[in-house]
């Protein structure tokens, strides 16, 4: 069953601009997070929010949660082109550890 | 550093082989994951392991197996091979001390049943 789901699927912009990038979910959660995803290579964790945190930093990276409409949303400023790479929000938690993935967004940065 | 390794990048197999994909994580993590990954689909869990000797399934474990006779190591089956099953598979783990759910990902392995 599919948890997360990104919004948009894909997204174009110009280097130094800002990228928006956001992530519905159905149930409740612990937590949520994202990862990166360079073509053809594994998936890199970028950051955790907790279920009782409503924003997060960590360098060029915004996070912020909301769970009354149970959607976060993923701010990255200043892209660079080195930002190419898909990106995926996941929730988890429980007494399993399991992660559910959404089906990301492509994100281009253009030189 | 974290390392998850996976024992080839890209592999061909034929319709009706047995395929091994093997996994390795040198954390000393406790929980290790199996996912493929498809166009369109996104990341779809296929088995977990919680610790040696235990699996549980996840989302579409049909047509695989796994086993894990050592901590640091978790292997994904596919007793005879089908051309559906070719797809990108990625082994992850994530530890229990940790306290966090992050998970910690290989680079994948492309297969492709001809």
């Known amino acids: 069953s599919q948890q997360g789901e990104e919004d948009p699927q894909a997204l174009s912009i110009q280097e130094g601009e800002n990228a928006t990038m956001n992530c519905s979910y159905k149930t409740s959660i612990n937590n949520l997070q994202w990862y990166r995803q360079n073509s053809g290579r594994g998936l890199v964790h970028l950051i955790l929010i907790r279920s009782n945190e409503r924003e997060k930093h960590s360098g060029r990276l915004r996070v912020t949660l909301d769970t009354s409409k149970k959607s976060s949303s993923l701010l990255i400023t200043a892209s660079r082109a080195a930002d190419t790479a898909s990106y995926f929000c996941?929730?988890?938690?429980?007494?399993?550890?399991?992660?559910?993935f959404g089906k990301g967004t492509l994100l281009t940065v253009n030189p | 550093d974290v390392k998850v390794t996976q024992s080839s990048r890209y592999l061909v197999k034929r319709t009706g082989e047995k395929v091994f994909l093997e996994c390795v994580q040198d954390?000393?993590?406790?929980?290790m994951f199996w996912y493929r990954q498809d166009p369109g689909l996104g990341l779809r869990l296929i088995y977990f392991s919680y610790d040696v000797k235990m699996k549980e399934k996840g989302d579409i474990p049909e047509g695989y197996s796994v086993s894990r006779e050592k901590k640091e190591r978790f292997s994904l089956i596919l007793e005879s091979a089908s051309t559906n099953q070719t797809s990108m598979y990625l082994c992850?783990?994530?530890?229990?001390?940790?306290?966090?759910?992050?998970?910690?990902f290989g680079p994948g392995t492309r297969l492709t049943v001809l």
């Open positions: 996941a929730t988890g938690g429980g007494s399993n550890y399991k992660l559910t």
């Open positions: 954390m000393d993590h406790e929980n």
């Open positions: 992850a783990s994530r530890g229990e001390r940790t306290f966090t759910d992050t998970q910690y």
